[in-house]
């Protein structure tokens, strides 16, 4: 049975379902990386593993109720869905996590060369912590979680990094698929990361009226609600460095368009900042590109940045548009920094890039 530790999952204890109740079912990544699915599907005429852009792998009939099968998905976190004649079913004998607006089923294989960035032995832990606060933006409640480093001290004031999620994902993703603060455990023990808060938002909010569409709602409404209500409510409730210099905000997908927005428009709040799959520019329609004019200035970006960090992956389906952007900032008079990794739009880049990144912050 394949181990994981249960901070990777919404819900989830590995674990074989009692063969007289849930039949012996479950998954095993081997250790070729491929994975081992037994699902329990009675009276199923067709079982399959299924993910995006066109994979499907179906399983076997093994008894009259048991599918089985070994699939080779590639490495890193993989969410799948299982198709139960033609029907996407969840399944509570697979992870779950929460991705494309709905909690997902997931397989995390491991990646040689990378275990170790977020292995849970060995270095001390830091806390995540999850908090309600009041916004004057939306007239309700929002969420968001606080990752502090182990040796916290309520004495000490900390710079602070806000990350942001995509597209149909909300405050966890860092945590649960990200590893983040597994993550920012390990480059803390190993001294290649300076100390720091963490601020993971919910960047899906809306507001109560209901009104418009959900995605301009994510781009242009929580920008808003970060400015507004989320950076004072940290800074009233955590002892943090408040000048520009120690303060970032990075985001992935859509959390780099709102980072985009957010800091080329507010270049005297965030010093340092991270694009992940990321977009300068909105990747919806009739959202504003004024924030794109600090990009006409070199002297003040300069000025502004220490680091402007933009990375993505090299299959990733958008890199098209990405390779866009490379031409626009040909054409203006700004550096940035520029990786690339491979992979595609997935969790399995984004932790590659917040490894990278991180030991780039808050250094003179």
């Given at each position: 049975?394949?181990?994981?530790?249960?901070?990777?999952?919404?819900?989830?204890?590995?674990?074989?379902?009692?063969?007289?109740?849930?039949?012996?079912?479950?998954?095993?990544?081997?250790?070729?990386?491929?994975?081992?699915?037994?699902?329990?599907?009675?009276?199923?005429k067709e079982v399959a593993i299924d993910m995006?852009?066109?994979?499907?792998?179906?399983l076997s009939r093994v008894s009259d109720t048991?599918?089985?099968?070994?699939?080779?998905?590639?490495?890193?976190?993989?969410?799948?869905?299982?198709?139960?004649?033609?029907?996407?079913?969840?399944?509570?004998?697979?992870?779950?996590?929460?991705?494309?607006?709905?909690?997902?089923?997931?397989?995390?294989?491991?990646?040689?060369?990378?275990?170790?960035?977020?292995?849970?032995?060995?270095?001390?832990?830091?806390?995540?912590?999850?908090?309600l606060y009041p916004s004057t933006v939306t007239?309700?409640?929002?969420?968001?979680?606080?990752?502090?480093?182990?040796?916290?001290?309520?004495?000490?004031?900390?710079?602070?990094?806000?990350?942001?999620?995509?597209?149909?994902?909300?405050?966890?993703?860092?945590?649960?698929?990200?590893?983040?603060?597994?993550?920012?455990?390990?480059?803390?023990?190993?001294?290649?990361?300076?100390?720091?808060?963490?601020?993971?938002?919910?960047?899906?909010?809306?507001?109560?009226?209901?009104?418009?569409?959900?995605?301009?709602?994510?781009?242009?409404?929580?920008?808003?609600?970060?400015?507004?209500?989320?950076?004072?409510?940290?800074?009233?409730?955590?002892?943090?460095?408040?000048?520009?210099?120690?303060?970032?905000?990075?985001?992935?997908?859509?959390?780099?368009?709102?980072?985009?927005?957010?800091?080329?428009?507010?270049?005297?709040?965030?010093?340092?900042?991270?694009?992940?799959?990321?977009?300068?520019?909105?990747?919806?329609?009739?959202?504003?590109?004024?924030?794109?004019?600090?990009?006409?200035?070199?002297?003040?970006?300069?000025?502004?940045?220490?680091?402007?960090?933009?990375?993505?992956?090299?299959?990733?389906?958008?890199?098209?548009?990405?390779?866009?952007?490379?031409?626009?900032?040909?054409?203006?008079?700004?550096?940035?920094?520029?990786?690339?990794?491979?992979?595609?739009?997935?969790?399995?880049?984004?932790?590659?890039?917040?490894?990278?990144?991180?030991?780039?912050?808050?250094?003179?």
């Amino acid at each position: 049975m394949s181990k994981q530790p249960l901070d990777c999952a919404i819900s989830f204890d590995p674990y074989f379902g009692e063969p007289d109740r849930d039949g012996d079912q479950g998954f095993e990544v081997l250790d070729d990386g491929r994975v081992k699915f037994r699902i329990k599907a009675p009276n199923a005429k067709e079982v399959a593993i299924d993910m995006f852009f066109g994979f499907h792998a179906p399983l076997s009939r093994v008894s009259d109720t048991m599918w089985e099968g070994i699939v080779d998905l590639g490495r890193g976190f993989k969410y799948i869905f299982v198709m139960i004649d033609g029907a996407d079913v969840l399944c509570p004998y697979l992870p779950i996590g929460y991705g494309c607006c709905r909690p997902m089923n997931y397989v995390d294989i491991p990646v040689p060369g990378e275990a170790e960035w977020d292995d849970l032995e060995g270095v001390a832990h830091g806390a995540v912590t999850r908090h309600l606060y009041p916004s004057t933006v939306t007239g309700k409640h929002e969420v968001c979680l606080v990752y502090t480093p182990a040796n916290y001290d309520p004495n000490k004031k900390y710079p602070v990094l806000y990350l942001q999620h995509g597209y149909g994902e909300n405050e966890i993703g860092w945590v649960y698929q990200g590893h983040l603060a597994r993550i920012a455990d390990r480059l803390i023990a190993n001294g290649r990361m300076a100390e720091m808060l963490v601020v993971m938002g919910n960047g899906m909010a809306q507001r109560n009226d209901g009104e418009g569409d959900a995605k301009v709602h994510a781009a242009e409404l929580f920008p808003r609600i970060l400015l507004e209500d989320l950076i004072p409510f940290i800074e009233n409730r955590y002892p943090v460095l408040t000048d520009k210099w120690h303060r970032a905000m990075a985001g992935l997908s859509m959390g780099s368009f709102q980072t985009s927005l957010v800091t080329l428009t507010h270049p005297e709040l965030f010093g340092w900042v991270g694009l992940f799959s990321g977009f300068l520019r909105s990747p919806w329609p009739g959202v504003s590109q004024e924030h794109l004019k600090l990009l006409d200035d070199g002297e003040k970006f300069r000025e502004s940045f220490r680091v402007f960090y933009r990375a993505m992956g090299t299959e990733d389906q958008f890199f098209d548009r990405f390779l866009e952007e490379d031409e626009l900032l040909k054409t203006k008079p700004v550096e940035m920094t520029r990786r690339t990794f491979p992979g595609t739009h997935d969790w399995t880049v984004w932790r590659r890039c917040i490894h990278d990144f991180l030991p780039m912050l808050f250094k003179d």
